[in-house]
């Protein structure tokens, strides 16, 4: 029954129900002439029209709702022989079903094409930065060391001794720039391979940790850590650590000497929480949606170094890990990022 009223059109249904309300309808005014004398019959033969209306009308919507299912069912198959590659289900008949089959393979293939043409986008992106990159490598790397030896010629005048040394920090920045646009373009392109899995947190922690120790030292900026001994977290050791050390220099870079820096650790049902304090100015409140931007920077710490990209690189690199950042912070009154990460 359900199979031959799924065949049926929308108007086929309409028709068939109308026909019958029609001979229910004539049927029940010829008794009622042939009864109008008998009272009770004729009482009865209302019950039964009323009762026989309702049966339509149920057998109406049922039929409405197993068409409407089977069309459901019939696009749910459309799409996933869409989505498959397979054969159209409709062929190419002139209705409308087959009229949006049409247009949905037509929506695939085009996705399908645009899905092509970016991965050649990438392709084309990735190759060009690595060859920016390999191509300014032994240049730069010349600059650096000539100038560095060129600084220790002990005929060299203090000026020229001057120049030189801009000459080697400039080479210095420009190569830590362009190694930050590599990773960055292969972070934004997919290219990066981030493998995050159940590991020790700590170790990433003190890695990071070590590699701003100097500089911390070298501003008098007391460093405390306070976290378990041993905590696991679902995270790729490698590029997590990047992200750590990306917040830790920058909270070295903008506390001021004397000041302090607190990192802690604690452990929650579906999370690990990592917050990196420092006494640093602060953040309006105004900007902590714009600090994760490429290339943002506070006009307020303009006369210090950097160029922006730092905690874009940061947040990307957590995201990508099914972790997330954020920022609660006080002007001159310091800061805290916070990362999450994935418990295991």
């Known amino acids: 029954m359900k199979r031959m009223v799924a065949r049926l059109s929308f108007g086929q249904i309409y028709a068939l129900v ?6 229910l309808s004539a049927s029940y005014a010829g008794a009622g002439e042939m009864l109008a004398g008998a009272g009770s019959s004729f009482v ?27 069309l459901l069912d019939t696009v749910d ?27 949905l393979y037509r929506y695939m293939e085009i996705m399908q094409e645009r899905e092509r043409q970016i991965q050649a986008e990438r392709g084309h992106i990735q190759t060009l930065v690595s060859d920016i990159s390999h ?40 190569d830590w720039l362009i190694r930050c646009l590599f990773k960055m373009s292969r972070l934004e392109t ?8 159940s590991s020790s947190l700590t170790e990433t922690i003190e890695a990071a940790l070590s590699s701003v120790q100097a500089a911390a030292a070298k501003k008098d900026i007391a460093i ?28 070295v870079k903008y506390t001021s000497s004397g000041g302090h820096i607190l990192v802690t ?21 105004s900007e ?30 957590v995201m990508a890990q099914g972790g997330y950042m954020k920022v609660v912070s006080e002007e001159q009154q310091g800061s805290v990022f916070s990362v999450y990460l994935p418990i295991s």
């Open 265 to 285: 650790v604690q452990a929650g049902e579906m999370f690990v929480r990592i917050d990196i304090a420092d006494t640093g100015p602060g953040i309006a409140e």
């Open 224 to 251: 405390q850590m306070s976290y378990p001994e041993d905590i696991l977290a679902t995270h790729d050791s490698k590029w997590t650590g990047e992200a750590l050390f990306n917040l830790l220099e920058n909270a």
């Open 135 to 174: 191509q300014t490598k032994t240049p730069l790397a010349g600059i650096r060391l000539y100038s560095e030896l060129m600084g220790e010629l002990p005929q060299l005048g203090e000026q020229a001794r001057m120049y030189a040394t801009e000459i080697h920090m400039g080479a210095v920045k420009l």
């Open 288 to 317: 902590w949606p714009l600090i994760f931007q490429r290339f943002y920077r506070s006009p307020k710490v303009a006369e210090v170094e950097g160029i922006g990209i730092g905690l874009y690189l940061a947040r990307e690199i």
């Open 18 to 23: 109308f026909v019958l309300l029609a001979v």
């Open 190 to 197: 997919g290219l990066i391979t981030i493998q995050p899995q």
């Open 44 to 70: 009865r033969l209302a019950l039964s029209f009323g009762v026989a209306a309702l049966l339509l009308s149920a057998l109406f919507v049922w039929a409405l709702k197993t068409k409407v299912s089977a």
């Open 77 to 103: 198959a459309m799409v996933d022989a869409a989505m498959s590659g397979q054969e159209r289900q409709t062929g190419y008949e002139e209705t409308k079903l087959s009229a949006l089959e049409h247009k």
